[in-house]
């Protein structure tokens, strides 16, 4: 498909979607409801508080997209509303137990899920302003302006947030062994 | 380990799927009418939301006015008593409209996440009583007394209708003497008729019969005055399986002014358990229910639809709980 016509079916998708169509907001979803679900749990740590951020991103969609310029990537600022949700969240939560305690991820088998579920677990336990510089930068990859801007903070308080990060987490891995 | 390898090990944890059912969960949440406003904007334009915040409770304010003016006496002019209901005083405003009554509301404790629940499943009420003791626990080991409870519902007749009579009555460390709370709903349709409650100042009825727009028992019609002591009875009107959840706005009523507020809760289960009580050895669906401050989980017998235990976490080291003791029928 040559790229006007993509971008022909992407406006008509957006149109849908701000029309109310069931179908336009299903294959939005379905593009892109997996890579802002994995953002979301990056960023809340809970699956439930994760499927929470993303249902109510795609419950608000229609109306929010009347808002929205088509200027740069969809996907992009699928991403800053949902960081801005999850962080809303964040913000709101207190850890309840019975939910945290719900989740049945699956039991590692390797060694390598093993280390990864001990840098999971390490992530996990940072501080909530701390973890969310480091899943902005390190994994989704905005700059410390972009992360300044979402956060309402200082581009110097983010690189400060990440630099602590790190090391908290270095520290928490080191603990560990 | 360098903060490169690090980071770059970071990237490789893996994260989970969405479950499947998060689209219908979605989709339904719009069918039902649910609307939610994103947050678009920067940060920067706090200070133009603040001020679009202040325009919106202008207009308020002034169309409060108008028709305070339009309206002879306005609408204190049938004055807010205790026997009123919350609806009764909205559907008398001019700002809540009866559809924003049930699906997008301003002064708010919390907020819903899962589709409003709208109406229960089953109209069918067990009749019974049942007994329950309530113990606070602190620190896993020091256990106290809180007080028993008995909920029943039992057949009758009100103004030559079958209805059933749903109450609690409960004494304890939560009440100062011992209280009732009754429900009277119709048979037919499970429409509210009448709510009385010794429970606090002293006893007040609420004649709801006389409310020109029907409600019925459910959790869409369910008010703070009376949730806490009957939701048992919509636990019994609920087909509950492992996907079940849902969110219901309940208007308070507060203070002498008769300031409206709602207070969000959001209910999903969360697993099945067998629990074991005084009365039994029940399967039972454990219940999430978040508030805005307080959760509180609820256990459901999965087969007979009754509530065997309540458990709130009251702080780090505490826990209330409250379990069944006796059933009449006793469970099968």
């Known amino acids: 498909m040559s790229t006007s016509a993509v971008s022909a079916s992407r406006a008509s998708l957006i149109e849908g979607v701000r029309a109310g169509s069931p179908e336009a907001l299903s294959a939005l979803y379905r593009e892109h409801g997996p890579v802002l679900f994995r953002l979301a749990y990056r960023l809340v740590g809970v699956r439930e508080d994760a499927e929470d951020v993303v249902h109510d991103v795609f419950v608000g969609l229609p109306e929010a997209l009347r808002r929205y310029e088509e200027r740069g990537s969809l996907g992009a600022w699928l991403k800053r509303v949902t960081a801005r949700l999850a962080l809303m969240r964040l913000r709101r939560r207190k850890r309840r137990r019975e939910v945290t305690l719900e989740g049945v991820e699956p039991q590692p088998d390797t060694a390598s899920d093993t280390e990864h579920l001990a840098l999971q677990s390490a992530v996990s336990g940072l501080p909530d302003r701390l973890r969310v510089v480091l899943v902005l930068k390190e994994i989704e990859g905005y700059a410390h302006a972009e992360i300044a801007d979402m956060l309402g903070i200082s581009e110097g308080a983010s690189r400060v947030r990440l630099a602590r990060a790190l090391r908290r987490l270095r520290k928490a891995l080191e603990d560990g062994r | 380990m360098s903060p490169e390898s690090l980071c770059e090990e970071l990237r490789k944890v893996p994260s989970p799927e969405p479950s499947i059912d998060l689209l219908p969960r979605i989709l339904a949440s719009r069918a039902a009418g649910v609307r939610i406003v994103l947050p678009t904007a920067r940060p920067g334009r706090t200070r133009w939301s603040i001020a679009s915040a202040a325009a919106a409770v202008a207009m308020a304010v002034l169309g409060w006015l108008a028709f305070q003016m339009v309206v002879p006496g306005g609408w204190r002019s049938e004055s807010i008593t205790s026997d009123q209901g919350a609806s009764d005083f909205l559907e008398r405003t001019p700002l809540f409209l009866a559809t924003a009554y049930a699906q997008e509301v301003s002064d708010t404790l919390g907020r819903a996440?899962?589709?409003?629940?709208?109406?229960?499943?089953?109209?069918?009420?067990?009749?019974?009583?049942?007994?329950?003791?309530?113990?606070?626990?602190?620190?896993?080991?020091?256990?106290?007394?809180?007080?028993?409870?008995?909920?029943?519902?039992?057949?009758?007749?009100?103004?030559?209708?079958?209805?059933?009579?749903?109450?609690?009555?409960?004494?304890?460390?939560?009440?100062?003497?011992?209280?009732?709370?009754?429900?009277?709903?119709?048979?037919?349709?499970?429409?509210?008729?009448?709510?009385?409650?010794?429970?606090?100042?002293?006893?007040?009825?609420?004649?709801?019969?006389?409310?020109?727009?029907?409600?019925?028992?459910?959790?869409?019609?369910?008010?703070?005055?009376?949730?806490?002591?009957?939701?048992?009875?919509?636990?019994?009107?609920?087909?509950?399986?492992?996907?079940?959840?849902?969110?219901?706005?309940?208007?308070?009523?507060?203070?002498?002014?008769?300031?409206?507020?709602?207070?969000?809760?959001?209910?999903?289960?969360?697993?099945?358990?067998?629990?074991?009580?005084?009365?039994?050895?029940?399967?039972?669906?454990?219940?999430?229910?978040?508030?805005?401050?307080?959760?509180?989980?609820?256990?459901?017998?999965?087969?007979?639809?009754?509530?065997?235990?309540?458990?709130?976490?009251?702080?780090?080291?505490?826990?209330?709980?409250?379990?069944?003791?006796?059933?009449?029928?006793?469970?099968?």
């Open chain 2, 113 to 332: 996440t899962y589709r409003l629940l709208d109406r229960v499943t089953d109209t069918r009420l067990t009749p019974g009583s049942w007994s329950y003791e309530a113990t606070m626990t602190v620190d896993g080991r020091i256990t106290t007394p809180q007080g028993s409870r008995r909920f029943t519902i039992a057949p009758d007749t009100y103004r030559g209708e079958p209805v059933w009579i749903v109450a609690t009555e409960g004494k304890g460390t939560y009440a100062r003497a011992p209280f009732r709370d009754s429900l009277i709903v119709a048979q037919r349709d499970l429409r509210l008729l009448r709510h009385s409650s010794d429970l606090g100042p002293g006893p007040r009825v609420w004649e709801l019969s006389r409310d020109s727009a029907a409600r019925f028992l459910s959790w869409r019609y369910a008010d703070v005055s009376w949730l806490g002591s009957l939701y048992r009875a919509l636990f019994q009107l609920e087909r509950l399986d492992r996907d079940w959840r849902g969110s219901v706005y309940l208007p308070w009523l507060r203070g002498k002014d008769g300031r409206c507020t709602f207070y969000a809760l959001n209910l999903h289960v969360t697993g099945v358990e067998r629990v074991t009580t005084p009365a039994g050895t029940f399967d039972a669906w454990r219940v999430a229910v978040q508030g805005r401050r307080n959760d509180m989980t609820v256990w459901v017998s999965t087969d007979t639809r009754w509530v065997v235990k309540v458990a709130i976490a009251s702080g780090q080291d505490a826990v209330w709980e409250q379990v069944l003791v006796s059933a009449t029928p006793p469970a099968p």
